[in-house]
RNA sequence: GGCGCGGUAGCCAAGUGGUAAGGCAGAGGUCUGCAAAACCUUUAUUCGGCGGUUCGAUCCCGCCCCGCGCCUCCA
């Protein structure tokens, strides 16, 4: 089956074929830097993650924009309020964002756009709409007329016909000529920042940033536009607005939106305390791997329910691959190649490759994975499992870790070992081995008690042992 | 009120018109000096409720109940 995507502009699932052969243009609603983060934005961008990498995987070559919304009220209020210019202020929350993408080891879009870097483009494109006819003034402000755009609301699927403007709203006792108009320029106020523009000083509304660096970047029509869900109105539907009546052609072709993410049940927010950054949950201990496998584990069309249970059984799960890849690694085997266990490998990753191509249906994917490996651990103890099928099921796992890409510990899981008193109890490897060394010897002379001392101190310092026929592994927690 | 999403085992979560993937947790067992890891067995006669269509529905239709989102800034 073909690569296939829900998309919310035709409320179904369509097989996926970009405009251009081989290349896809895809444009990303990225952060509003006024403050760290949450969690909530994390799922969506981890969802972006996961599709960018999946459309990679099945060769495409990408051209991926997202933008940084680094202009809006929002962000003025905190600026001045902090006595810092625009620029200082967001810096601060720019720097962060991409810090923790890069601890979920989200990867970089091609082109990040920052809006205040783009306003020529907006200015451009305000100045078509104006052409056009689709705008009027307002008290120096312009302003986005609905009503001359007929589609409106196809994307979110509202009907507003009848409550366009009519004769019932007089212009001069409203800002707007219509409840639903939006800005597009927001007139200079007082000491707010402001540029020059033929329509007057002031500011960019927020919709026409992604309309005007979207088609600045990639062109009039995108083949992929993503976003959260809250999305879809107003803002995605007033981009369509804005991009097609300068163009007259379709905006994008498929449009993506991940679902929220609720915490232990209950919407996120700042008067419930359940509110937290990627630091907080690091802070508390969490690992990186845990948390972008939990963020990624679920279809990102479904409500993801984020728990504290839910990461400590993501990090479960991934220990249980992680394992899997250690013992293939560290178990003898005998010679030569089985062909079954080729061939089941190869199935291993088809499975995986149809979950994925069905809308990203990540939980899929994964069962293929889990199937795997333990079809594979009884083929290791059966001894069917030879030599050079390590190298088969080596492949599955990368294949997975080339999307999923949690295998691989972060350094902060290695080195942040600490006691209760803060104190780091690391210990190098060489140190380890050490312990090991004098507990076989224990265990040589039977000193049975000696030796499950030695196990159960570095089980306290965040070390496993494992004894295998093979002698003894070892693992970090 | 309008538009939309969802309700599957203790938790997370796939799925199909023909009778329920996977992960975590639990129980029993094999292996082990003991553990750990791994494997095996086991854990929903049942998929929010009630009707309907059908030879047959968790999956299709209708109604109802519950939770949630958007309709104003929001991933």
Known sequence: MALRFYNTLTQE????????????????????VYNFVHIGNFRTFTFQDILRRWLQYRGYHLNHVMNVTDVDDKIIANAAREQKSLEEYTSVYTKA????????????????????????????????????????????????RISAFP???????????????????????????????????????????FWETPFGEGRPGWHIECSAMAMSYLGETLDIHAGGVDLIFPHHENEIAQSEAITGKPFARFWLHAEHLHIESQKMSKSLGNFYTLRDLLGMGFHPESIRYLLASVPYRKKLNFTFEGLKMAAKSIERLRDFELRLTSTRLPPGRGEAIAARSQEAIRSFEEGMDNDL?????????????????????????????????????????????VLKPSDIALTAQVNGKGESVSLTDAEVESYIEERSAAKKSRDFARADEIRAQLQERGITLEDTKDGVRWKRK
Not at 16 to 27: A, I, N, Q, S, T
Not at 164 to 184: Q, T, W
Request: glycine share 6%; hydrophobic share 35%; proline share 4%.
């Open 13 to 32: 699932l369509q097989d996926f074929r970009p405009l251009e052969d081989g290349k896809v243009r895809m444009y990303t609603c990225g952060p509003t």
């Open 97 to 144: 964002f991409f810090e923790d993408a890069a601890t979920l080891r989200l990867q970089q879009p091609e082109h990040v756009a920052p809006a205040t870097k783009h306003i020529p483009a907006m200015i451009d494109s305000i100045e078509r709409l104006v052409a056009k006819g689709y705008t009027y003034t307002n008290d120096g402000s312009t302003y986005y």
């Open 151 to 193: 589609d409106y609301g196809k994307l979110s699927h509202n009907d507003f016909s009848g409550i366009r403007s009519g004769a019932r709203v007089d212009m001069d006792e409203y800002d707007k000529a219509d409840a639903r108009d939006f800005v597009l320029w927001k007139a200079r106020k007082g000491n707010e920042p």
């Open 361 to 405: 249906n990540t939980a899929e994917a994964l069962a293929a994975i889990f199937e795997y490996v333990r079809a594979m651990n009884s083929e290791i103890n059966e001894g069917r499992f030879k030599e050079e099928n390590r190298w088969d099921a080596a492949r599955v796992l990368e294949i997975f870790d080339l999307i999923f890409d």
